[in-house]
């Protein structure tokens, strides 16, 4: 059970209080409290382990997008990577949303993936063309507003747990 609900936790956006909620329904009790324990004495090793699985089934498109997110104040930009199956590649959180910024997060992305991708989507940001041109010139480039739904649509569970964040803080 331990196994599952770790698994739940880092495979799908899901937040402590709905794994003890999932696992309620198979009648296992449980604290979200202990459900993060769990997380941090165990979680290193299945994040691993399924990204060690998903290794070989990744997409070769990516879809590239930036939101921007509040940290102590400071307005930061979270960048995030997603293949065309909606598995995020990768995460980034910079002060800045220029090219040199998108330079930096497809470093990452050629690090951490081993491979460039054959199609990169983005929305019309023009920070992407002028890192792809420095970076991975051969890869085809697609920029329009409506193809890098796939990248903005997984950004939802950021902004949610955003919501109810805000939420506590307005009700306290």
């Given amino acids: ?11 799908f956006p899901l937040s402590l209080r709905m794994v003890e909620d999932m696992l309620a329904a198979r009648r ?23 990204r060690k699985r998903s290794a070989g089934k990744l997409g070769d498109k990516w879809h590239l997008d930036e939101v921007v997110i509040t940290t102590g104040g400071k307005k930061h930009w979270l960048w995030r990577a ?10 980034l959180v910079q002060s800045r949303r220029n090219a040199k910024a998108a330079k ?23 920070s992407y063309g002028a890192a792809k041109r420095e970076i991975i010139p ?25 919501r109810r ?3 506590r803080l307005h009700a306290e």
């Fill in 138 to 162: 051969g890869v085809e480039h697609r920029s329009h507003k409506g193809l890098n739904n796939r990248a903005e649509n997984s950004h939802q569970p950021v902004r949610r747990r955003e």
């Fill in 1 to 11: 059970m331990i196994a599952h609900a770790v698994w739940l936790y880092f495979r």
């Fill in 104 to 126: 930096r997060l497809m470093r990452k992305l050629l690090k951490g993936q081993g491979r460039s991708p054959r199609v990169m989507i983005t929305d019309q940001r023009r």
């Fill in 165 to 167: 964040q805000i939420a």
């Fill in 82 to 91: 997603v293949d065309q199956g909606g598995f995020v590649l990768d995460v």
């Fill in 28 to 50: 296992v009790i449980v604290s979200h409290q202990t459900v993060r324990l769990w997380a941090e004495k165990f979680g290193r090793h299945f994040a691993n382990d399924i």
